[in-house]
């Protein structure tokens, strides 16, 4: 029989120590503790509690990219959809009468040094005059982008 110290009640019937309201009748193949469905995860052969598996990952390295960045996996390009985004909001604000977008984000390299972020914000501008110009721009980052994204992985605030 079990006890109460062991995951179990007085009675003998064992509970999860997380959730002592259930009975657990399957045990941690690690720890033999008494573990809820809930609190259960698959191992090579049975099962782990969440305890178990949390100790045994913390000496596992975390998968990286060959550039260091987090693995992406089957997410959605969200670097790629930001940028068409705002390539495709600036091209708007290019094309309304009397926008003075494109002279004040254009680059050139007299302002270079006083206006440094025109070598970033000039990626962003597009002929206003052809709509295909911006059209196969953003379809070609479309093709490209995932798989860049995916090469390169994500910057994490993690290190390990």
């Given amino acids: 029989m079990t006890t109460q110290s062991s995951g179990g009640d007085a009675a003998g019937v064992p509970v999860c120590p997380r959730h002592p309201d ?24 049975g099962i782990q509690c969440i305890d178990c598996v949390r100790a045994g ?15 992406v996996g089957n997410e959605a390009p969200r670097v790629t959809q930001a940028i068409i985004g705002l390539c495709a909001a600036a091209y708007l604000l290019q094309i ?35 709509p295909l ?14 798989y860049l994204e995916a090469l390169l992985g994500r910057v994490t605030g993690a290190t390990t």
């Fill in 22 to 45: 259930r009975e657990s009748y399957v045990r941690c193949q690690r720890c033999e503790r008494p573990t809820c469905p809930e609190c259960q995860r698959p191992a090579a052969v």
């Fill in 57 to 71: 990952s913390k000496g596992v390295r975390t998968a990286r990219t060959p550039f260091g960045g987090a693995v």
């Fill in 96 to 130: 309304l009468p009397d926008s003075s977008i494109t002279s004040d984000f254009k680059f050139a390299p007299v302002y270079a040094t006083a206006e440094p972020w025109r070598l970033l914000t000039s990626a962003f501008l597009h002929s206003p005059s052809s």
């Fill in 133 to 146: 110009h911006i059209l196969f721009n953003m379809y070609a980052l479309w093709m490209t982008g995932p």
